[in-house]
């Protein structure tokens, strides 16, 4: 019988958030979610409001927070460059300050604290595949930076809060995550070309189609998430999760043409600006700590990313 802990989930109500605040609760605990509703939806977590172990609040993370739980899962950022890039100073502020508030919360009720650290601190990298101890090559100045710099900044918190205050810290570098829940409108990869090919459209590729990324199914990453969480308190990370079967971007788009039927074109448009040539996790350490990896295969999950899709663009949640 597992005991009941109360859990402080920032960011609750997005894409990963919800699934995590499902899984939680499907295990006993009681989740406190907590989401300024800047990319999430209430829609994400409407299914978990009847549940009495179950609360939702409106909050910034950039603001304090006083509440008294056991673990908190900081998840709270925008994570798609069209989101993240819409207001680039309040991407910086939501890992900085965000950051520093659930540390501080963490440090007051003695509580553990798991960083959503990225993929992104290891920029256009030269190291391939990543493992945790490449430091990354990132563009400071450029569109992507608030993201990256942001991200890596809050990694550099979570560890001086354990060296001065001797908090429980984990940090996971969460590698591209798609499935059921994703923004329509996100202009990330996944749901993109899973949009457009659902409503007829041209399916966009950015430059050649040659860059590469490896897809990790949301439930895989939640399993991913919560056996670190559980971890004894010398495991701090960082560690990677994520999917190593890379693949370009062109056969994402012929995957999933071939998966929404009536063969779609594919358009190509300019490559963004610092757009990472190649990115695929090492995730060695990973399955040694945690005993984990991905179990869900690719053609699977987009299965049911295309069945969420089919469903919510009947219901025009996507117009407009
Ligand atoms: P998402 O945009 O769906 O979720 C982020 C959530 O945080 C949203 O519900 C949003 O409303 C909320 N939020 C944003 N700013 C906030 C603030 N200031 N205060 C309170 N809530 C705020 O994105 P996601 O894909 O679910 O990502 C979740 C976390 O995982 C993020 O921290 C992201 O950086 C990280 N991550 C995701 C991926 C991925 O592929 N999805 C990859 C690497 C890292
Ligand atoms: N904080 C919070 N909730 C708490 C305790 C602290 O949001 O329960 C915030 C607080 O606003 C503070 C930040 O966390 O600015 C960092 O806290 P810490 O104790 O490390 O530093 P200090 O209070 O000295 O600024
Ligand atoms: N991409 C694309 N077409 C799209 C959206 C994205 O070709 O409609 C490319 C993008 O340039 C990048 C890859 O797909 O090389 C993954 O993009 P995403 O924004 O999903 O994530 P990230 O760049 O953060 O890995």
Redesign the pocket.
């Known amino acids: 019988m597992i005991s009941r802990k109360r859990v402080l989930v920032t960011g609750g109500a997005g894409f990963i958030g919800s699934h995590l605040c499902e899984r939680l609760l499907s295990q006993g605990h009681s989740v406190l979610c907590v989401d300024n509703y800047f990319t999430g939806t209430r829609d994400n977590i409407s299914h978990l409001l009847p549940h009495p172990q179950f609360e939702a609040i409106r909050h910034d993370v950039t603001f304090?927070?006083?509440?008294e739980v056991d673990e908190i899962y900081n998840m709270a950022c925008p994570a798609s460059p069209v989101h993240y890039q819409f207001d680039p100073v309040q991407t910086t502020k939501t890992s900085i300050s965000g950051a520093?508030?659930?540390?501080?919360?963490a440090?007051?009720?003695r509580a553990k604290v798991l960083q959503a650290s990225t993929s992104e601190v290891y920029g256009d990298p030269e190291v391939h595949p990543q493992p945790e101890d490449y430091r990354g090559s990132v563009n400071p100045l450029g569109p992507r930076a608030c993201y990256d710099e942001g991200k890596r900044c809050a990694e550099t918190l979570f560890f001086d809060?354990r060296r001065q205050?001797n908090l429980r810290i984990k940090v996971a570098r969460i590698f591209n995550t798609y499935g059921p829940r994703m923004h329509p409108n996100d202009g990330r990869v996944v749901s993109n070309f899973i949009v457009q090919a659902l409503q007829g459209n041209p399916v966009t590729i950015y430059g050649e189609g040659t860059q590469t990324r490896a897809f990790c199914f949301v439930d895989d990453l939640v399993d991913g998430l919560i056996r670190l969480m559980d971890t004894p308190d010398e495991v701090t990370g960082p560690v990677n999760l994520g999917n190593p079967h890379e693949i370009t971007v062109r056969e994402l788009a012929e995957r999933v043409i071939a998966l929404c039927g009536d063969g779609a074109r594919l358009e190509q448009r300019p490559l963004p600006q610092d757009d990472p040539t190649r990115r695929c996790p090492d995730i060695s350490l990973a399955k040694r700590l945690l005993g984990w990896e991905p179990k869900v295969p690719l053609e699977e999950g987009l299965r049911r990313t295309v069945a969420y899709f089919d469903t919510r663009l009947r219901e025009g949640v996507a117009e407009g």
């Open positions: 304090p927070l006083y509440v520093i508030n659930m540390l501080g919360l440090k007051r009720v809060y205050h």
